[in-house]
């Protein structure tokens, strides 16, 4: 069964701290892994997109990592601002048999960043 | 400017009442998906659509039902057989079914049952 399992589910560090949020999972076979981030009662914006053959990706203040032998990726946010509070969810994508690709979603873990 | 805009933001429902949560896209996007999200519960697949007059079940689509007459519309039907209705509806589309394109998400839609 495919799954993706985020950790911590939760977290509070102060503004101007690094934080890395981890997501290992289980989804064969592997397409893609992304990183969105969803401010309470939003939409989900997409942050980074990588595939198999891609180690690292940034975006401004997010660096997200993909270790596929593994099969862990990590999501690290450099010198946090108050705005970065939300709740980042990673998203694996299957290959399916006959063409197409199946999104399997983490729950997501809850950032706070607090003054 | 381009985007999923998915009305209304907040909608109240009787017990036996039928819904329609609205999702339009300017986006030109083949694709079009809609999503569930519950508290401590990732996304989860009601409904899509790869392309104009088709779309597929996904992993939960009892008690729900859409159409696509037009590329830019999605519009999802929470029906009365849907039991537990109250979550947090999302609209998502993206161009075709290839799985290195971004999916971009409407602002989201809240049901509660009353």
């Known amino acids: 069964k495919n799954q993706v399992e985020q950790s911590p589910q939760s977290l509070i560090i102060l503004e101007g701290k690094n934080c890395t949020l981890q997501?290992?999972?289980?989804?064969?076979?592997?397409?893609?892994l992304r990183w969105y981030k969803q401010d309470t009662g939003r939409g989900p914006v997409s942050l980074t997109i990588m595939t198999f053959s891609e180690n690292t990706k940034s975006n401004g203040r997010y660096t997200a990592t993909l270790d596929a032998d593994t099969k862990q990726s990590s999501l690290h946010i450099t010198a946090s601002q108050l705005s970065d509070s939300a709740s980042y969810i990673c998203?694996?994508?299957?290959?399916?048999?006959?063409?197409?690709?199946?999104?399997?979603f983490g729950t997501g873990t809850q950032l706070k960043v607090e003054l | 400017d381009g985007g999923i805009t998915q009305s209304p933001k907040y909608l109240f429902r009787k017990e036996g009442q039928n819904v329609t949560l609205s999702c339009e896209q300017n986006l030109n996007h083949d694709a079009m998906y809609w999503y569930r999200q519950d508290p401590g519960q990732g996304l989860r697949l009601i409904y899509y659509?790869?392309?104009?007059?088709?779309?597929q079940k996904g992993d939960i689509a009892e008690g729900y039902s859409v159409s696509r007459e037009k590329k830019e519309s999605f519009p999802l039907t929470v029906t009365s057989a849907q039991k537990n209705p109250t979550a947090f509806y999302l609209c998502?589309?993206?161009?075709?079914?290839?799985?290195?394109?971004?999916?971009?998400f409407g602002e989201g839609s809240w049901l509660t049952v009353v």
């Open positions: 659509s790869q392309i104009v007059n088709d779309f």
């Open positions: 998502a589309s993206r161009t075709g079914d290839t799985s290195g394109n971004t999916i971009y």
């Open positions: 998203v694996v994508s299957a290959i399916l048999t006959g063409g197409g690709n199946k999104l399997t």
């Open positions: 997501c290992n999972y289980t989804v064969s076979p592997f397409s893609n």
